[in-house]
């Protein structure tokens, strides 16, 4: 009897593997958005004109605040309807929007020109250029929830506390032009019941901040100043970073001035193209 170690293990080898099957590939991530400059058709060149004086004001705008900083501000109130439609053909949407709650409640969105938003709310129609609206750096820590006191801790609350002390401790000694502080949730351990009493303790701002790239990064204003939760989801909206930053404002939400530079360039060469 032959033994059976030394037979081949079955499912290996030459004609062991099915040759008519097709090969099937882990699919490539997708959904990055990437500039592509829109054109929009002008049927009434007159009644327009109002809507191109604005392009040519925002990119003057852009190349002041480039060089200088700052910010700076478009009313947009009175424009005509054609006028509008054309205006929000052109800037479009990017990757950024944002919502303040307040009064008046205002709805934020990055065009597709960074550093440029639209701001609308009851009373407010304007267009921003600057690294990110000034609403939102103001309003950010309103208490639209407010923080909770850390004293009593429920079952399961591990490292809770420990966090919570470093943050505050970083909240309280905040300088603007000091390092940003994160607590990196994701490579500390921590139960569920850590991160709800945390959630609890740091309380809810009025300010939450979408930011669209590869998969989504949403922010969230804590009540507590100068803390932001911010939470990096892959393209399957997992969660893939959970971080707390004690910062003005978080980077990822900020357009640089070489961005907004750049802005300027792009929207004369989309405004070029319309006369």
Not at 160 to 179: F, I, T
Request: charged content about 20%; proline content about 9%.
């Amino acid at each position: 009897m032959q033994n059976p170690f030394t037979l081949p293990p079955a499912g290996f080898g030459p004609g062991s593997q099915a040759t008519d099957e097709t090969l099937e590939y882990i699919a490539l991530p997708s959904g990055m958005r990437t500039y592509v400059p829109h054109m929009p058709e002008i049927d009434d060149p007159e009644g327009v004109a109002p809507a191109l004086a604005v392009l040519d004001q925002i990119a003057s705008a852009c190349d002041l605040v480039a060089q200088e900083g700052g910010r700076a501000q478009i009313a947009l109130e009175g424009l005509a309807a054609p006028a509008r439609k054309l205006l929000a053909e052109t800037l479009g949407h990017g990757e950024v929007s944002m919502k303040l709650r307040g009064v008046p409640a205002v709805a934020v969105q990055e065009s597709v020109f960074a550093g440029v938003w639209v701001l609308q709310g009851a009373g407010v129609d304007l267009v921003e250029i600057g690294p990110v609206p000034e609403l939102a750096i103001t309003r950010a820590h309103q208490p639209h929830r407010p923080c909770a006191p850390d004293t009593s801790h429920a079952p399961g609350v591990v490292n809770a506390p420990a966090l919570l002390a470093e943050l505050s401790d970083k909240s309280a000694s905040y300088h603007p032009r000091g390092d940003i502080h994160v607590v990196n949730l994701t490579l500390l351990p921590h139960t569920p019941e850590d991160l709800d009493h945390m959630a609890q303790v740091m309380g809810e701002g009025a300010v939450t901040i979408l930011s669209r790239g590869y998969g989504n990064c949403r922010i969230t204003a804590a009540a507590m100043p100068h803390v932001w939760r911010v939470q990096f989801f892959n393209s399957t909206d997992t969660l893939i970073l959970d971080t707390w930053e004690v910062t003005q404002m978080p980077e990822v939400a900020i357009a640089g001035p070489e961005d907004i530079a750049d802005s300027a360039g792009r929207i004369r060469e989309v405004r070029g193209a319309m006369t």
